[in-house]
């Protein structure tokens, strides 16, 4: 079975805090996505990376940076956290493109006070 | 970036019912399309990828009408295991490669 696992399910940080989002997954898949998912807004892109040390901004980047040093590690990094950033995290992988699934960890909810 | 639109819903239909689901996407030059399930407070998990042909798994059925840019899911013989969310989804192209786009999704409620 893929597993994608993040780092917390529940997250509380104060405005202006650096916050780290973790996610691995166990199946030596290429490509990693970071998606917000929001009521009345659905899932969203943050951010995506291909491969090892690859990176591209997805529709919603701003506030956000990643970092991919290993193949199974993809990281989401709030610089300063604001309280707009208060959202349900979910991390995605699969093998590669096209009709490949896509498999979801568990997703951490974070709030931003 | 709105590349997928669907209807939210909800979708309150009898056990036993047919229900369809449709979407529409905004790139033309999109090639794989699918439909996911999320169950309340569970992460994203694929029902089905959708082919130019149409296919069916089971009581789920997907189609995909490249001209008018749109796609369906039709469910036959409701179950209350069916009541989830139900999520358009397009993969899209971006610089370095495609990622998924997905639709707010579709709620549907099965009833005894």
């Known amino acids: 079975d893929v597993k994608v696992t993040q780092s917390s399910r529940y997250l509380v940080k104060r405005t202006g805090e650096k916050v780290f989002l973790e996610c691995v997954q166990d199946?030596?898949?290429?490509?990693m996505f970071w998606y917000r998912q929001d009521p009345g807004l659905g899932l969203r892109l943050i951010y995506f990376s291909y491969d090892v040390k690859m990176k591209e901004k997805g529709d919603i980047p701003e506030g956000y940076s990643v970092s991919r040093e290993k193949k199974e590690r993809f990281s989401l990094i709030l610089e300063s956290a604001s309280t707009n950033q208060t959202s349900m995290y979910l991390c995605a992988s699969r093998i590669s493109g096209g009709m490949d699934e896509q498999f979801f960890g568990p997703g951490t909810r974070l709030t931003v006070l | 970036r709105k590349e997928v639109e669907q209807d939210p819903g909800p979708f309150n239909v009898p056990e036993g019912a047919t229900v369809a689901f449709n979407c529409t996407y905004s790139?033309?030059?999109?090639?794989?399309f699918f439909w996911y399930r999320q169950d309340c407070r569970k992460e994203p998990k694929l029902l089905m990828s959708?082919?130019?042909s149409g296919n069916e798994d089971g009581r789920f059925t997907a189609q995909l009408n490249r001209a008018s840019q749109y796609i369906s899911l039709l469910i036959r013989d409701s179950k209350l295991s069916d009541s989830a969310t139900y999520l358009c989804?397009?993969?899209?192209?971006?610089?370095?490669?495609?990622?998924?786009?997905f639709g707010k999704g579709t709620s549907l409620l099965v009833t005894p």
């Open positions: 989804v397009v993969n899209c192209a971006y610089d370095s490669g495609y990622a998924l786009n």
């Open positions: 199946m030596d898949h290429e490509n």
């Open positions: 959708v082919y130019s």
């Open positions: 790139n033309s030059a999109s090639q794989s």
